[in-house]
């Protein structure tokens, strides 16, 4: 088997992540979109959500802020790991 850089398992879980058999949970799925978003554009660069009222927009920003200082590399790994839990 030929090593694959983390970039290319990095790209390979974020297809297989579209078609795993069941919904992952919420919790799952914050964690996929903010380690997806620590891989692709480093620490976070928005800002919060003004509305109260947007639970998910403002979800989504706490999950990324809170890897904060994480390295690219590193969150590609998490990712593919987590890609890897929850398609077994």
């Known amino acids: 088997m030929i090593a694959t850089s983390l970039a290319q398992q990095f790209e390979e879980a974020a297809k297989e992540s579209k078609n795993l058999r069941e919904r992952p949970s919420n919790d799952s799925l914050l964690q996929l979109y903010s380690l997806y978003k620590q891989s692709t554009e480093g620490d976070i660069n928005i800002d919060a959500p003004t509305n109260p009222f947007d639970f998910v927009a ?19 790994q998490e990712y593919i790991d987590l890609v890897e839990k929850l398609k077994s």
């Open 58 to 76: 403002k979800a989504k920003y706490e999950a990324w802020f809170h890897l904060k200082g994480k390295s690219k590399e590193v969150a590609m």
